[in-house]
Structure formats: structure tokens, C-alpha cells
């Protein structure tokens, strides 16, 4: 029991924001912070796991990432394509023949990320592999990223009740190591318009009471666009109904995510053409 007195000269590092997202996001109200947990929900095939690998990969700070729903190979491509700008499939084949070294070199600068690639964790491997993570480094991760909710096993048979309680086993694990955790998760592909980002009831297994930001995820491969709407976020602006969203553009072959405010010095003009909203922009800035 504290005053809360107590609790400004005692606090650690709880609540304090972890690096930006992204700029646009970070104008819009969202932050990552240490001791919660962000999640990013999305139907299957936009950009959940892009948008957690290239988040760690740019700011290479201590994280612990659990990829159950991706394996080892596809995850080596793809970070060493976002390292390099290099094709996935050009990183595929030199991993396979005489550009191994080369792009072995290039993945050896993440030394603060480590890896879990167990398809099927459960919250006694989370726990493990976290208090490993602490005695290799001496403290716990900053970040830790479930990649996804729906591979983590829980006790409960019930499919939503379990996963309700790998939720709120989460949500302890982020106040007691004081890591921002981001857990990726899934949405019902019947309560969204195609190309827009799902609302908030539309997360699966009824388990959006406790993370404090939840982002939802929308992307149009012709016009290179995620959107990504906050439909929760106890620290500023949000939209359950995902009616507003924030515009990122993606580099799928080469595994890059530029922000909006980047796009005029960093991305040539496109040759597909752009949705309205963003050939707009486009027009506006060239």
C-alpha cells in the first residue's frame, strides 16, 4: 500500500513511452508504453506481423519476440529484406546459395532481439523464456511481441475463455516486468467492409477490455496503404468504430513501411495507381 507520493519517488519504468510507432501516429495520440500492452488486430493477410518486425527491427532495443505464427525461414527473409531493401525472394535465394555470410552479417547488428519460434507457447514458456531473457541480459525485455494470441495454449478448453486468460495473464506479465507487450491478435472478417479497418467489436474471443491501446489494420495491395485505426486507447483520442485512420505505405517485396510524413523524401512516384485519399496526398506534395 503507497500514497501515491510514494508512488511518483518509488515508480519505475511503467508507463513511460517506448519509442514512436510512427510520427503520424505519435500526432494522433498513440503511444507504446512500458508495463501495457498494445494489441493490433487484423484479418489474416494485412500486415500484423509487418508491422511488428519492422517496429522492432528500426529501434533494436531489448525485446523478446514470440513467433508462433510465423516460422524461423520466413522470418530470417524478411527482416533481412527490411535490413537490406533487398527482394524477399533475392534474400531467399542468397541465403540459400552464396550470399548466406552477407546477409548472416546483416542479421547479427539485432543482438538485442531474441526469439521464440515454439508454434504453440504456453504461459509457462512466455514466463520462461522471459526470465531467460533476464538472466542473459540482466534485465527483463523492454518489448515483448505475441505473435499471436490465437497459437498461445491455455489451460481453459473453451477457446474464448482461454483466450480471456492468456489476456489477463499478459496483462500481469507487462506490470510485473514493465515491458511493452504487443500482441498481435485476429478480428471476424464478417464485421468490417472490405479495405477498412475493422471496429473494435469485431476482435475475437472478447478480450479487448484490458489492453490500454488496441490498433486495427486494414491494407489495399494496390495502392500500397495500411491503414491503421485506433479503436481503443486509454491515453488519448480513439474510435471504436474505426471510422478515422492513420495512412502508412508499404513496400511489400521489400518489407518496408514508410509514414506518411516520410513519403515525399523516400518513395519515388508510384506506377499503380493510388486510392483517392492518397493520390490526394500524393498531388499535394509533388
Known amino acids: 500500500m503507497k500514497s501515491l507520493a510514494q508512488t511518483i519517488m518509488l515508480s519505475g519504468e511503467s508507463g513511460r513511452p517506448l519509442p514512436d510507432l510512427t510520427p503520424s501516429l505519435t500526432q494522433a495520440g498513440v503511444r507504446l508504453r512500458r508495463g501495457q500492452v498494445t494489441m493490433i488486430a487484423a484479418a489474416p493477410g494485412n500486415m500484423k506481423t509487418l508491422l511488428a518486425l519492422w517496429y522492432v527491427a528500426q529501434h533494436n532495443i531489448p525485446t ?3 513467433s508462433a505464427d510465423t516460422d524461423a525461414s520466413t522470418i530470417v527473409n524478411r527482416v533481412a529484406a527490411m535490413l537490406t531493401g533487398d ?3 533475392i534474400v531467399e535465394a542468397g541465403i540459400s546459395g552464396s550470399g548466406a555470410d552477407y546477409y548472416t552479417e546483416q542479421v547479427t547488428g539485432l543482438q538485442n532481439i531474441r526469439w521464440c519460434f515454439d508454434p504453440s507457447p504456453t504461459l509457462d514458456d512466455i514466463d520462461l523464456e522471459t526470465m531467460a531473457f533476464t538472466e542473459m541480459w540482466g534485465c527483463p525485455p523492454e518489448i515483448i511481441v505475441i505473435d499471436s494470441l490465437y497459437n498461445v495454449v491455455a489451460e481453459h478448453l473453451d477457446e474464448y475463455a482461454g483466450m480471456r486468460e492468456i489476456s489477463r495473464a499478459l496483462h500481469h506479465v507487462a506490470r510485473s516486468t514493465e515491458a511493452g507487450i504487443i500482441l498481435l491478435h485476429h478480428v471476424s472478417e464478417n464485421t468490417s467492409n472490405a479495405g477498412e479497418c475493422p471496429p473494435r467489436k469485431a476482435i475475437l474471443g472478447k ?11 486494414a491494407y489495399d ?27 502508412l505505405f508499404v513496400d ?26 492518397l493520390q490526394q496526398f500524393w498531388d499535394s506534395v509533388v
Request: proline letters at 9%; hydrophobic letters at 45%.
Open 221 to 247: 495491395e494496390m495502392a500500397r496503404e495500411l491503414k491503421v485505426a485506433t479503436v481503443k486507447n486509454r491515453s488519448g483520442p480513439a474510435d471504436a468504430q474505426a471510422r478515422s485512420h492513420v495512412s
Open 64 to 66: 523478446l519476440f514470440f
Open 207 to 217: 478480450v479487448s477490455q484490458l489492453p490500454e491501446v488496441i490498433l486495427t489494420l
Open 87 to 89: 527482394a524477399v525472394d
Open 252 to 277: 511489400a517485396p521489400r518489407m518496408q513501411i514508410q509514414d506518411a510524413m516520410d513519403y515525399q523524401s523516400s518513395i519515388p512516384a508510384p506506377a499503380v495507381q493510388l486510392a483517392p485519399a
